[in-house]
């Protein structure tokens, strides 16, 4: 039978800790430059409606965002169940647009002001006349680029 004895007097190395802070400064690094921060806080809720043929657009900062739905659940008592507009982080009326539109092109480079898409991120639920309003709104703001947002079926 085997007998078992004890090394007395090896210890374990000490694990080195110079690369660490290396490593935890490439993982921040990398978070920083993968991350995308959201611009607008939702106050609308949206279920996009479903579409077979659909296209993504290319350049997203040529691109100018209206939310149109029933308020989430904590404005709701302020605002009711109606689809509100929105606008930024602000709800707003139809009237409201053609200002908004104005001020979004002017923050474009002059280039890049012909090429500007206003996307309409509307919920299923949301009532024509709503849409209708909109779409008035921006052609007489001369906005006539417009892409619906969608979900593939």
Do not use: C, W
């Amino acid at each position: 039978m085997a007998v078992f004895k004890k090394k007395n007097g090896k210890e374990l190395a000490a694990l080195s800790t110079a690369s660490l802070p290396d490593i935890v400064f490439m993982l921040l690094f990398f978070f920083m430059v993968s991350t995308t921060m959201r611009e607008v806080t939702l106050n609308v809720e949206i279920k996009y409606p479903e579409a077979t043929q659909l296209s993504k657009l290319e350049k997203k900062s040529l691109v100018t965002f209206i939310y149109a739905g029933p308020p989430v659940k904590q404005l709701r008592h302020q605002f009711g169940k109606e689809a509100q507009i929105q606008l930024n982080d602000r709800f707003a009326s139809a009237s409201e647009i053609q200002s908004y539109i104005a001020t979004e092109r002017e923050k474009m480079k002059e280039a890049d002001r012909p090429k500007m898409t206003v996307s309409l991120k509307v919920d299923k639920t949301t009532r024509m006349l709503t849409v209708t309003e909109i779409k008035q709104a921006l052609r007489k703001a001369q906005a006539l680029k417009i892409n619906y947002s969608a979900r593939s079926k």
